[in-house]
């Protein structure tokens, strides 16, 4: 199973963007679904994380922001990202988390927020 994760670029701060992270094929058991962002020089952080019962948690940075969300059909996993900042700049990556804690990473997708 691959992740394929889309929806980066370049956006005006206070711009908007959604991120999609698509799987290949369905997965089974899943435990989270996550989305964090590694900026130059600094350690990748969990951004959002929705778990198979639908709760959420947040970096405090993004809370009231940002929204995790799924589709379960389409087997992907979004990112809303609103009133973006010039520190939210950074590549995104999506990770799936399965029960049996086998984990899948998507490929990363850069936003950057600039004026």
């Known amino acids: 199973v691959q992740l394929q994760a889309s929806g980066g670029g370049l956006v005006q701060p206070g711009g908007s963007l959604r991120l999609s992270c698509a799987a290949s094929?369905?997965?089974?058991?899943?435990?989270?679904m996550g989305w964090y962002r590694q900026a130059p020089g600094k350690q990748r952080e969990l951004v959002a994380a929705?778990?198979?019962?639908?709760?959420?948690n947040y970096a405090d940075s993004v809370k009231g922001r940002f929204t995790i969300s799924r589709d379960n059909a389409k087997n992907t996993v979004y990112l809303q990202m609103n009133s973006l900042k010039p520190e939210d700049t950074a590549v995104y990556y999506c990770?799936?988390?399965?029960?049996?804690?086998?984990?899948?990473w998507g490929q990363g997708t850069q936003v950057t927020v600039s004026s």
């Open positions: 094929a369905k997965i089974f058991g899943i435990n989270t």
């Open positions: 929705l778990t198979s019962g639908g709760s959420t």
């Open positions: 990770k799936i988390t399965r029960i049996n804690s086998i984990v899948y």
